[in-house]
């Protein structure tokens, strides 16, 4: 069993920067990949972000932030982050961090085994 909680979420301006953390318990952090997704008011989860599993070799975005966001993890404090530049209004939602018994990066809701209560993103134009 994963548990996981997100915090770093507030209100931003556009152009500005956030950063968002995820701390997990459970024996075996380091061998589940990990992601981000977002959910607007009215509209579907989407992917933001992953990460592989163990050293965290292999990331992947979504085209929306590709080279603004950036996912990482650190094993030994089993927390996985998301460091926000350059924020649009557009990125507003909440963001929850999710857990996959797997060792490779997925895009899919469906693809993730535990999830967070999530974290509120607000960036004013």
């Known amino acids: 069993q994963v548990q996981l909680v997100e915090s770093g979420g507030g209100l931003v301006q556009a152009g500005g920067s956030l950063r968002l953390s995820c701390a997990a318990s459970g024996r075996i952090f380091s061998g589940y990949a990990m992601g981000w997704f977002r959910q607007a008011p009215g509209k579907e989860r989407e992917f933001v972000a992953a990460?592989?599993?163990?050293?965290?070799?292999?990331?992947n975005y979504a085209d929306s932030v590709q080279g603004r966001f950036t996912i990482s993890r650190d094993n030994a404090k089993k927390m996985v982050a998301l460091q926000m530049n350059s924020l649009k209004p557009a990125d507003t939602a909440v963001y929850y961090c999710?857990?996959?018994?797997?060792?490779?990066?997925?895009?899919?809701?469906?693809?993730?085994?535990?999830w967070g209560q999530g974290t509120q993103v607000t960036v004013s134009s």
């Open positions: 990460i592989n599993n163990w050293s965290g070799g292999r990331t």
């Open positions: 999710a857990a996959r018994r797997d060792y490779d990066v997925g895009s899919r809701p469906l693809d993730y085994d535990y």
